[in-house]
């Protein structure tokens, strides 16, 4: 028997963000009137009926799901990104669906052969998942959110978060050209993570995907999108994301799937494909977080907090000017758990992040609470 030492993956992992907020999860809720959770992006408003019903009608089937997707799944994930955003050229060799996008992250340098050696860059305040996905597969992280922080740097993997989680930063059209430029010049991937895509807040910076043909002129090349639907259609314990973009990069990414055996269920292919075809459910649920958003906005800065980007996502970027675990602190007093910016970088430590995942009730006890 080898006595030659492991690479454990659990030594070079952090801790897991959420575990540490025992304590604040603790306080908050002995308040009086209870706990409110603004603390995880998880949705908690029902699934649209037609959605659920595809999702029944589908559940009798026995086999193997297709890894690639079901007759006619990736024909409509085609249809909705031309439909909603403008993406237009692509044809269902540019798809593969996931099983959720959190996977898809953390697995994309390994299935992609970046590992050892690899460089991969990720924002400078970002969803911890990105670094996750590069310590996952032994490569080194850099962050940095501008191309002239990289020098004369060249990585293997650059994650993009559009709109982002945690700040709800949008970036343009011009700064999303000058990146996929630069990463195409030099054979660099892009993978942009585009799942808040459709809960932009500031009509004059509306999110564009990286793959609109403003951006990349018609090249694809090195280019990839993930999308999901967990966010607009409340489908988070469905499980349904997916990827677009190269074909390439896809076909690589869809021969690791299916020796991994990574196959999204049958049924809930079904279901994605209703939620797809159904653009008022994702109406209705921005309509609702909107007003949500409008509403803790205001209770926020009444109570002293900055909001500071924010233009889109489900999520405010708030700030007392302090560390942002006295701010943890500070709301849990009122019976309101929120996640400190820490979590997200180094950059967040003054920051909170405050999820609009609260139903209407909770938000306005939430606000009623601060005033």
């Not at 799944?73 to 909603?84: F, G, K, M």
């Not at 970027?317 to 602190?329: H, N």
Request: aromatic content about 6%; charged content about 20%; proline content about 7%.
């Amino acid at each position: 028997m080898s006595t030659r030492p492991r690479d454990v993956l659990g030594r070079r992992l952090p801790e897991f963000p959420w575990d540490t907020l025992s304590a604040a999860r603790e306080r908050a809720s002995q308040h009086p009137e209870g706990l409110i959770d603004l603390s995880i992006g998880t949705p908690i408003d029902d699934v649209a009926p037609g959605i659920q019903l595809a999702l029944v009608g589908a559940a009798a089937y026995p086999g193997y799901p297709p890894t690639e997707g079901i007759a006619g799944l990736r024909e409509e994930i085609v249809s909705w990104l031309d439909r909603r955003y403008g993406v237009s050229g692509l044809s269902p060799d540019h798809v593969q669906p996931v099983v959720g996008t959190k996977e898809a992250v953390a697995l994309t340098p390994l299935m992609l052969s970046i590992g050892a050696g690899h460089t991969v860059v990720i924002p400078e305040v970002a969803y911890p998942t990105y670094e996750v996905a590069a310590l996952t597969a032994g490569a080194e992280v850099v962050r940095a959110d501008s191309l002239t922080k990289l020098g004369p740097m060249t990585p293997s993997l650059i994650y993009l978060n559009t709109p982002a989680n945690p700040t709800g930063k949008v970036l343009g059209l011009e700064h999303l050209k000058k990146v996929v430029s630069w990463a195409q010049e030099r054979g660099v991937i892009v993978v942009s993570d585009e799942c808040y895509i459709g809960l932009g807040w500031d009509d004059g910076n509306p999110p564009v995907s990286i793959l609109d043909p403003r951006v990349n002129e018609g090249n694809l090349t090195g280019l990839l999108a993930l999308h999901s639907l967990s966010k607009s259609s409340n489908l988070a314990s469905y499980r349904f994301g997916f990827f677009a973009g190269d074909p390439a990069l896809i076909a690589e990414l869809r021969l690791a799937r299916k020796h991994l055996g990574l196959m999204v269920p049958h049924a809930v292919q079904h279901a994605a494909l209703a939620a797809l075809r159904d653009d008022e459910q994702e109406a209705l649920q921005k309509l609702r977080y909107a007003k949500r958003r409008a509403k803790l906005m205001r209770a926020l800065i009444d109570a002293g907090c900055t909001i500071t980007d924010s233009e889109a996502g489900l999520y405010l970027w708030a700030t007392r000017g302090e560390p942002g675990r006295d701010t943890v602190a500070w709301l849990a007093e009122y019976g309101i758990l929120v996640a400190p910016g820490e979590f997200y970088g180094p950059k967040g430590n003054d920051y909170v992040r405050v999820a609009l995942t609260g139903s209407d009730e909770a938000i306005d006890a939430a606000c009623a609470r601060l005033g």
